[in-house]
């Protein structure tokens, strides 16, 4: 459809739409809100940046009836894209009376307890945090008409798929469900299959799992040691004034101390963890989509699914535990433009997670020579401690923890400690190998 007069959208949603200045439909708009709003099952395979976001926002709140409990429950990944979700929802409700809750873990439950208490119409939340409150008996999931899975392979791919199951299955049995994900595959199918009414199918830009081929694809391998050097040198000559990078460190603990090393060497990064307080991920956040160059410093889990656009350069410090992760960073986590460039730093131990890379995203990686005279002298020792950061592959096993957001798995109850179980790791998610068949 041309535009949204035309969906029979009401007056208090066009005038916030006005209001944000979205004149007209995005293609996935105009393709999904007709279809939800006749009731039916929607699956959109589309990624984020398309306009997703208020492409079930919107039928959705349009929809709504209010009440106490939540008629709508929107699942997300992460605190980040819940957070952004929220900013959306609440745009759009300005002319509304209706209320909406986000939930997530990592802060206190009660404020979110009391949110739910005073009445919601809409809720939106990590998987973790919403069955806590589900648990808990302080969601109540009987009104529910309305069921959003968001990034629907990303949760999946983060270790969600008991909690999704979870929740898919406490939902009422006449209910809309509608899931968005970035690629088809199989195991997204599947929960379509299981879950969805008859879904209608909606296709929106190219598959995820092709995007990464019109990317430069680099690569440096080096000592352990050398690794800070490499990266320093790497920022320092193939940098420009227009850059704008995101570097993925493994850790929290290898984040911040490839913050330091930035920082001494003038290069003045943002910096983006689990273990920051709320506030001040969202000011680096905030910062980093508002400059039009720079270098973020990110965990994964940080930095997952987020809305950043003009990124030119995605660089891998510590090797992604899977390939599927060197895929979502480097065509998704990040927009990137077509003559984007991914750099990752393997070390001399992991020549075969660089096979597996290549193999599995089907591309073929660059070596890059760096020279890292300037750089020789920075010790490593100094940033790290020494011991207890060391290759990708034994940092786990030595007790170095992963970016979990204060997260943790399994089914059992978070009892007060602010889980949303969300992580770094993928090695639950299988073996590579998998992926073969
Ligand atoms: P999303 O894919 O939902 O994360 O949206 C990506 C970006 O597109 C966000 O910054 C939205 O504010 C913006 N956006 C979504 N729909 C429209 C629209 N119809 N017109 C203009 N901008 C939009």
Known sequence: MENFEQMGLSPDLLKALRAMKFEKPTEVQSMAIPEILKGRDVYV????????????????????????????????????????????ARKLAANSRLHVTTVYGGVSLNPQIDSLDAGTDLMIGTPGRIIDLMERGAAHMDGVRFLVLDEADLMLDMGFIDDIEYILKSMPRTKQTLLFSA???????????????????????????????????????????????????????????????????RTQIAASALY?????????????????????????????????????????????????????????????DDPIVYIHRVGRSARMGKDGRAFTIFSSDQARELKNIEYYSNISMEREQINTDEFKNVSFGKYFQRGRYDSDRQGQSRGFRNDRSGGFRGRSRDGGRGGDRSHDSYRQRGNYRDRRK
Request: hydrophobic share 40%; no cysteine; proline share 5%.
């Open 45 to 88: 395979r589309s990624k984020t940046g398309t306009g997703k976001t208020a492409a079930f926002l919107l039928p959705i709140m349009q929809m709504l009836q209010r009440g106490r409990d939540p008629g709508a429950l929107v699942v997300v990944p992460t605190r980040e894209l819940a957070l952004q979700t929220d900013g959306v």
């Open 183 to 249: 690629t088809s595959r199989k195991e997204i199918m599947d929960i379509a299959d299981r879950h969805m009414n008859n879904p209608f199918h909606i296709s929106v830009g190219p598959d995820d799992e092709l995007v990464v081929t019109s990317i430069k694809h680099m690569y440096a391998i080096v000592p352990g040691t050398k690794k800070i050097a490499t990266l320093l040198a790497y920022l320092k000559t193939r940098m420009s004034a227009n850059s704008k990078s995101i570097v993925f460190a």
């Open 260 to 320: 330091s090393a930035l920082s001494d060497f003038g290069m003045s990064p943002l910096l983006l963890h689990g273990g920051m307080t709320q506030a001040k991920r969202e000011m680096a956040m905030r910062r980093f989509k508002n400059d039009k160059s720079g270098i973020l410093i990110a965990t994964n889990v940080a930095a997952r699914g987020l809305d950043i656009s003009n990124i030119t350069d995605i660089i891998n410090f510590d090797v992604p």
